[in-house]
């Protein structure tokens, strides 16, 4: 069989293995609906993420995830030179055993970037002001739309692309919400939290008839996003953290022998890094200036 045709029938296996389940409403109003035991361990893998991230926070000597790590030092080195250290975590249970969402796949990563010559209120003013990367390859359009206090309410439209085994390409478009949360914990730290209340995959890209997917279209390789974020002011700038933990359903064990799960950390990964990038291109720039009244 030539590239093409194997091309053409994985393409049909990926459609087949993760876009024809479709699972009923649920109660949370978090949109698209996961299966009640996915939902029910996803809302798991949360609690005990964020029970860690607390306890972390209430640390007296110690502030970012990094610090934690064994490779701290060496991360907070990276971090003062200008690099973005990346690493992959998982979120376990004090027994040791993984938090796992049944046939879904968790992605979880952590990056850190320094903003160069800024003050932690500054980069809170500015976040709730301006949301960054717009126009970029991976955030299309972005817009706040709401503003209670400390807490946004966004819409971003999102690009996911690449190539699988180096054959089969793909682009995946999400229009998604969001809630976001400012917090300062003292005069040099704060944090943010932004959960995805609604990701909907576009179909028909670039034609007339670009819609919602629906849910047989739907390809379920986005279906959950909370970002955990961390500023902490240094005498360099401030260093700005995030864990991002995105959900997507596992399509089986042929596209997942093929590299299916490789795809998809990667894309997590890539998306982490570049939204790390865009926030310090963006501290690099002037804000924009509010329209006249």
């Known amino acids: 069989m030539g590239w093409t045709r194997t091309r053409a029938a994985l393409c049909v296996i990926f459609v087949a293995a993760v876009g024809g389940s479709q699972a009923a409403p649920q109660p949370n109003g978090f949109y698209p609906p996961l299966p009640s035991k996915a939902e029910s361990a996803w809302a798991e893998y949360l609690k005990v993420t964020e ?20 490779t701290a030092l060496a991360d907070r080195q990276a971090v003062q030179r200008g690099e973005i250290p990346v690493a992959q975590l998982t979120t376990r249970w004090e027994n040791g055993t993984t938090v796992s969402v049944p046939d879904h796949w968790v992605h979880h990563w952590r990056g850190a970037v320094l903003l160069s ?13 301006e ?38 390409s793909y682009r995946y478009v999400y229009d998604t919400l969001h809630t976001v949360e400012f917090t300062s914990l003292s005069p040099t730290t704060g944090k943010s939290t932004s959960v995805a209340t609604r990701i909907a995959e576009r179909s028909h890209l670039g034609t007339p008839e670009e819609r919602d997917a629906t849910p047989k279209e739907d390809h379920r390789f986005l279906l959950r996003w909370n970002s955990y974020w961390r500023y902490q002011e240094t005498a360099a700038g401030v260093i700005a953290e995030c864990e991002s933990i995105t959900l997507s359903m596992d399509p089986g064990f042929l596209l997942s022998a093929v590299g299916a799960r490789g795809i998809a950390e990667s894309a997590a ?14 501290f690099r720039t002037p804000p924009v200036p509010s329209p006249a009244r």
């Open 131 to 168: 949301i960054p990367g717009i126009g970029t390859a991976a955030l299309v359009k972005a817009e706040i739309r709401g503003r209670q206090g400390d807490q946004l309410h966004t819409f971003m439209e999102v690009q996911r692309s690449g190539s699988a085994i180096g054959v089969i």
């Open 269 to 282: 990964q890539d998306a982490m890094t570049q939204a790390l990038v865009n926030l310090r291109a963006f």
């Open 51 to 70: 029970y860690r991230i607390n306890h972390e926070l209430g640390a007296p000597t110690r502030f970012l995830a990094l610090d934690f790590a064994p």
């Open 117 to 129: 010559g800024v003050k932690l209120d500054r980069v809170f003013m500015r976040l709730k002001q």
